[in-house]
């Protein structure tokens, strides 16, 4: 038995996922067929029918992820004592947060918003949105108006807008990582100005 047979499901999930966010990167998410997925991870196309029955599954999956993320830290943030310190926390632990995988992810959804259109309401995008404006909500407290609000969610995408700013340039993952933590840190900065 090779290394790929030995995978767990969990596993085999994990890297058809990976793979695919490759390859949709490298020849487009129309070009990738799931049999091309199926041969990357040496296992047969049925086999990975058995975790994902189409891409979207695929892609809906690592929303569904990344949603989740956004709820555990939400779900986080509610339980730290308040502190003049738990928005910078709180931000920076998103954004310290990125692999690779999930830039590869954020790239994806910055060069298809046709098809992340499609998938606005589904699962995950939903939970993605609604617990980062709640975490936003939350840590503006007592001074919730609605350009304070938006500063935070502007922080935490911050991972976002430097991936998008990245395209096409030699770039490298870490120093996007960097670039989000400088941008995050410059609106927490703003944030404390309007205090």
Not at 120 to 142: C, Q, Y
Not at 155 to 174: F, R, Y
Request: hydrophobic share 40%; charged share 25%.
């Amino acid at each position: 038995m090779d290394e790929k047979t030995q995978r767990s499901g969990r596993d085999t999930k994990a890297e058809a996922q990976r793979v695919a966010l490759a390859l949709f990167s490298a020849k487009g998410y129309e070009a990738t067929s799931l049999r091309e997925i199926a041969d990357h991870l040496g296992i047969s196309k049925a086999s990975l029918y058995y975790h994902f029955k189409s891409k979207e599954d695929i892609v809906t999956s690592q929303m569904t992820s990344r949603g989740n993320e956004a709820a555990e830290l939400l779900a986080w943030t509610r339980t730290q004592p308040a502190s003049p310190e738990l928005l910078e926390r709180t931000v920076l632990r998103w954004v310290d947060g990125t692999t690779i995988d999930k830039l590869r992810g954020i790239r994806f959804i910055n060069t298809n918003p046709a098809l992340m259109r499609t998938m606005k309401d589904g699962p995950g995008v939903g939970t993605l949105r609604e617990s980062l404006s709640e975490i936003a909500e939350f840590l503006a407290g007592d001074q919730a108006d609605p350009a304070r609000i938006l500063l935070i969610r502007m922080a935490l995408l911050s991972i976002n807008s430097a991936a998008s700013a990245a395209a096409g340039t030699p770039t490298s993952d870490e120093d996007i990582v960097e670039a989000a933590r400088s941008m995050a840190r410059a609106l927490l900065a703003e944030l404390r100005s309007l205090d």
